[in-house]
């Protein structure tokens, strides 16, 4: 199921007009010190009539909303691949942002010849600095004895201890799907990467791009996606490992 929240801040009169106006047209409404929060099933033109009603009223608020898909088992036992969460950890100075000079999107660009000379935490899964993924040796040496596919390592620290998780192959363009976009302005020239005002979807890719690696790279993700046997190997090395999203290929 997609849910859609929708935001009331700044009002122009008493919140209670707004509530008892709501209320009235069936809207559930949560209210805290400074905005009007509205949660329901998405519904295409249900935001604009939401803003409808209120200018009908001349009640001037600020609107904003957000639309995100929720997932239950199902989603996942049908899907391909997945996207994980993993734990993170920082290193200050250490960076691989880039940023597009078309579109001006920034993204993440890993430069697998930088090393630390050591790693002070202990965590086998690592996120570093919310960009890259990082394994010890010990889950390197689980996914290559487990025969998992697509990985690639590079040493991250001088020690030996810590790599950096890349991957052999990467998926091609992103395909989206009009219900699941608000926005959508095609794909930008240099970076490819999909320009829209919202996207709400689990990702989707051609089923020709993927060889059935359990690691493969997502532009979009800017890094890899797992399968579900790769979710496995990395769950026994740390449970705080968990699904984002299911991913599809068609």
């Known amino acids: ?9 700044d009002f122009g009169q008493p919140v209670d007009k707004y509530v008892v106006l709501l209320r009235d047209q069936g ?33 001037a608020a600020r609107v904003r909303r957000s639309i995100a898909p929720e997932f239950d088992e199902s989603d996942y036992e049908k899907s391909n691949l997945l996207v994980l969460s993993l734990p993170e950890e920082w290193i ?29 935490w202990k965590k086998p899964i690592v996120m570093l600095n919310g960009q890259v993924p990082t394994v010890s040796a010990s889950v390197r040496d689980a996914i290559e004895r487990e025969g998992l596919s697509g990985a690639l390592f590079h040493a991250f620290d001088q020690e030996g201890r810590y790599f950096y998780l890349a991957t052999s192959r990467r998926l091609g363009k992103l395909l989206v799907r009009a219900d699941e976009v608000l926005g959508l302005r095609g794909a930008c020239e240099e970076c490819g990467l999909p320009q829209w005002e919202m996207n709400f979807g689990p990702l989707r890719y051609a089923r020709a791009d993927w060889m059935g690696e359990d690691f493969i790279y997502s532009a979009f993700e800017e890094g890899p996606l797992y399968s579900s046997r790769a979710f496995e190997v990395l769950t026994s090395f740390d449970s705080s490992v ?9």
């Open 1 to 9: 199921m997609t849910q859609e929240t929708v935001v009331l801040t």
């Open 242 to 250: 968990s699904r984002v999203s299911p991913v599809y290929l068609e």
């Open 27 to 59: 809207y559930g409404i949560t209210r805290t010190d400074v905005s009007l929060i509205l949660r329901k099933p998405y519904s295409p033109g249900d935001f604009e009539r939401v803003k409808g009603i209120l200018d009908a009223q001349r009640l």
């Open 92 to 120: 200050d100075g250490l960076s691989f942002t880039a940023i597009c000079s078309t579109c001006g999107r920034s993204y993440v660009m890993p430069d697998y010849d930088r090393r630390v000379r050591r790693v002070e």
